[in-house]
Nanobody
Framework: QVQLVESGGGLVQPGGSLRLSCAASGFTFSSSVMRWYRQTPGKERELVAGIGSAGRSTNYADSVKSRFTISRDNAKNAVYLQMNSLKPEDTAVYYC?????????????WGQGTQVTVSS
């Protein structure tokens, strides 16, 4: 079965850092675009960062571009989100997302999410 399992969330003070991890299994990770989304109550899910299958291309939401870094390790089937200079506005449930493209299908997978709370 396909699994995306996030970890690394928690409570941090403003200005602090967290590193989120997403462990993937059940699909061809190295052929998949990986993305991090986040969602807060009352808001739609927001794309935070994305990374190409080989890790050569990345993209970020404007609100996090200078503070967050997405990376991946295809040997470990893992994607990461390094979050620095955290702000209260970053508080959200963060979700790992995979987009796999095959010859006849395109599948999308989601993790259950991990809570990030930025508060003093």
């Amino acid at each position: 079965q396909v699994q995306l399992v996030e970890s690394g969330g928690g409570l941090v003070q403003p200005g602090g850092s967290l590193r989120l991890s997403c462990a993937a299994s059940g699909f061809t990770f190295s052929s998949s675009v990986m993305r991090w989304y986040r969602q807060t109550p009352g808001k739609e899910r927001e794309l935070v960062a994305g990374i190409g299958s080989a890790g050569r291309s990345t993209n970020y939401a404007d609100s996090v571009k200078s503070r967050f870094t997405i990376s991946r390790d295809n040997a470990k089937n893992a994607v990461y989100l390094q979050m620095n200079s955290l702000k209260p506005e970053d508080t959200a449930v963060y979700y790992c997302n995979a987009l796999w493209r095959g010859p006849w299908r395109q599948d999308e997978y989601w993790g259950q999410g991990t809570q990030v709370t930025v508060s003093s």
